[in-house]
């Protein structure tokens, strides 16, 4: 019992991930506001919490799993930090549109802060589960578990294309983009 709640946390987890990422497509596909280099590190630090989180849903809870998780939530949080000092001083002007009168820099910083937060308390809830003796192992991964999961690598896909498209084979530029490069350079192959 135990640890099938703690695996349909860890569902519902996921799924405020898998909104993140579309929350985050929707301000680059539709209000056409291309992510920095910070931003794509801020996703991938969403990408990788999730991924423990899939990790646990999928093999059943593991501790290192949600050490991944804290680990890449904390350096994200950190990132999504480094990108508000950025726009602190006086006079510069923040990046992109403002949801709720926060920019997603700001909400990267809360949303990954409370991913660290709930990594941490899922580690200790689960060694208290072990120490115990409640540890036993769930039948298999709760309901829902299947399409959040297809949901997660559609948007991990997504975000590894939009990447490509975004940057090819350079490096990603600090003040952020204006175009798709492979899109509006042409050919891939190009010296």
């Given at each position: 019992m135990v640890m099938r709640l703690s695996?349909?946390?860890?569902?519902?987890?996921?799924?405020?991930?898998c909104g993140t990422l579309v929350l985050a497509f929707y301000y680059q596909l539709?209000?056409?506001?291309?992510p920095c280099a910070l931003c794509n590190l801020q996703r991938l630090a969403f990408i990788i919490f999730g991924g423990?989180?899939?990790?646990?849903?999928?093999?059943?809870?593991?501790?290192?799993?949600?050490?991944?998780?804290?680990?890449?939530?904390?350096v994200g949080s950190l990132i999504s930090l480094?990108?508000?000092?950025?726009?602190?001083?006086?006079?510069?002007?923040?990046?992109?549109a403002a949801f709720l009168w926060l920019?997603?820099?700001?909400?990267?910083?809360?949303?990954l802060t409370a991913a660290v937060f709930y990594s941490l308390f899922s580690l200790a809830y689960l060694a208290n589960a072990f120490?115990?003796?409640k540890g036993e192992e769930a039948a298999g991964p709760p309901k829902g578990a299947a399409?959040?999961?297809?949901?997660?690598?559609?948007?991990?896909?997504?975000a590894l294309v939009s990447a490509f498209l975004e940057n090819g084979f350079e490096p990603f530029k600090s003040g952020g983009q204006i175009h798709?490069?492979?899109?509006?350079?042409?050919?891939?192959?190009?010296?």
């Open positions: 695996r349909t946390f860890d569902v519902v987890a996921l799924a405020g991930v539709v209000l056409g506001e291309l423990g989180l899939l990790l646990n849903i999928r093999y059943g809870s593991n501790p290192w799993n949600y050490v991944m998780s804290a680990v890449a939530a904390l480094l990108q508000m000092f950025v726009h602190a001083p006086p006079g510069t002007p923040p990046t992109g920019h997603m820099y700001d909400w990267g910083y809360i949303a120490m115990h003796g399409m959040v999961t297809m949901l997660f690598v559609i948007l991990i896909s997504a798709y490069k492979m899109l509006y350079d042409g050919d891939v192959m190009k010296p």
